[in-house]
């Protein structure tokens, strides 16, 4: 997810989730920002940093069986 001087992105998804039992995993583009996801709904899930940053966050979803 591309952050442009942002504290906070919303990720969409193209499928909507069944539920929001899900986790999301981030990938911070350095070690010094903290990153984390404070929303998450059927539809999408919210990355917040610690910073504004302008650099792209990589995120992958998991769900258990």
Known sequence: QA???SANEV??????????NYV????TPDAVTIMGVDT???SSFR????APLTATVG???VRSV
């Open 3 to 5: 952050f442009v001087a």
């Open 11 to 20: 990720v969409s998804f193209t499928v909507d989730q069944p539920d929001t």
């Open 24 to 27: 999301v995993l981030l990938e």
């Open 40 to 42: 998450k709904t059927t």
């Open 47 to 50: 990355i917040v940093a610690s």
């Open 59 to 61: 995120y992958s979803i």
